[in-house]
């Protein structure tokens, strides 16, 4: 029998915009692919459904509130996750907030549970489209729970902006990745990104109002710092 039999966790949503009422997210996403997950080409927004600021989507494995400013559309909810994506202002700029869970295998201490994270990043990184140009990570059980900080900024050699073309530009990355705490043989990352020509000078508020807003049901919510 598959993972996903032995593991699918059902998420009920209850949003009125016409998502659909009832989703499943199995153990399809790899902690290889959420680690790289952001590293993805830009996401083209026209067609896809909009997302109102702020959109709550309860579940029994993890609560998503979409994020709360305007613009955002909603790109996947499927098996591995949730995926929100907005264009920018500037030409080829774009943003990303996304859920994913993984199977995670099991560590002894908040050493071992950083080192498999952030070794895992490193070993599977793209070093020919993606050159790290800064990279910092650190443990942390603020949620009371096993999480890991992570942040990195890229330079993109081959970011697509449509029309078949593309361009170099910078990506930036905030995530924070946790051994879910009743479920502990699984995972997820909370990711959010920016990809264009100059920095973003919100990234880390923007970012941390998407991760304070996605909570394990039954969980303390996260104090605001």
């Given at each position: 029998?598959?993972?996903?039999?032995?593991?699918?966790?059902?998420?009920?949503?209850?949003?009125?915009?016409?998502?659909?009422?009832?989703?499943?997210?199995?153990?399809?996403?790899?902690?290889?692919?959420?680690?790289?997950?952001?590293?993805?080409?830009?996401?083209?927004?026209?067609?896809?459904?909009?997302?109102?600021?702020?959109?709550?989507?309860?579940?029994?494995?993890?609560?998503?509130?979409?994020?709360?400013?305007?613009?955002?559309?909603?790109?996947?909810?499927?098996?591995?996750?949730?995926?929100?994506?907005?264009?920018?202002?500037?030409?080829?700029?774009?943003?990303?907030?996304?859920v994913l869970i993984f199977p995670l295998e099991p560590?002894?201490?908040?050493?071992?549970?950083?080192?498999?994270?952030?070794?895992?990043?490193?070993?599977?990184?793209n070093t020919q489209r993606f050159s790290t140009t800064?990279?910092?990570?650190?443990?942390?059980?603020?949620?009371?729970?096993?999480?890991?900080?992570?942040?990195?900024?890229?330079?993109?050699?081959?970011?697509?902006?449509?029309?078949?073309?593309?361009?170099?530009?910078?990506?930036?990355?905030?995530?924070?990745?946790?051994?879910?705490?009743?479920?502990?043989?699984?995972?997820?990352?909370?990711?959010?990104?920016?990809?264009?020509?100059?920095?973003?000078?919100?990234?880390?508020?923007?970012?941390?109002?998407?991760?304070?807003?996605?909570?394990?049901?039954?969980?303390?919510?996260?104090?605001?710092?």
């Amino acid at each position: 029998m598959s993972m996903f039999r032995y593991t699918a966790l059902a998420v009920r949503y209850t949003t009125t915009t016409g998502y659909p009422k009832r989703n499943r997210l199995g153990l399809y996403a790899s902690l290889a692919v959420a680690l790289v997950s952001a590293c993805a080409p830009s996401v083209r927004t026209r067609g896809l459904p909009r997302v109102p600021a702020g959109s709550f989507y309860p579940g029994t494995y993890i609560n998503i509130t979409a994020p709360r400013s305007d613009g955002w559309h909603l790109v996947e909810s499927s098996d591995r996750g949730m995926t929100f994506a907005r264009s920018g202002t500037a030409s080829g700029e774009s943003f990303t907030a996304q859920v994913l869970i993984f199977p995670l295998e099991p560590t002894s201490s908040p050493e071992e549970f950083e080192a498999l994270v952030v070794g895992q990043a490193t070993r599977d990184a793209n070093t020919q489209r993606f050159s790290t140009t800064d990279l910092s990570h650190s443990y942390s059980d603020a949620r009371g729970f096993p999480c890991v900080k992570m942040h990195n900024v890229s330079i993109d050699r081959e970011a697509q902006i449509g029309g078949g073309r593309t361009e170099v530009l910078i990506l930036e990355n905030e995530h924070l990745y946790c051994r879910h705490p009743v479920r502990t043989a699984t995972g997820f990352v909370i990711s959010y990104s920016h990809r264009g020509r100059v920095r973003h000078p919100q990234l880390q508020a923007e970012a941390m109002s998407f991760i304070e807003g996605v909570q394990v049901p039954g969980a303390p919510a996260t104090p605001r710092r």
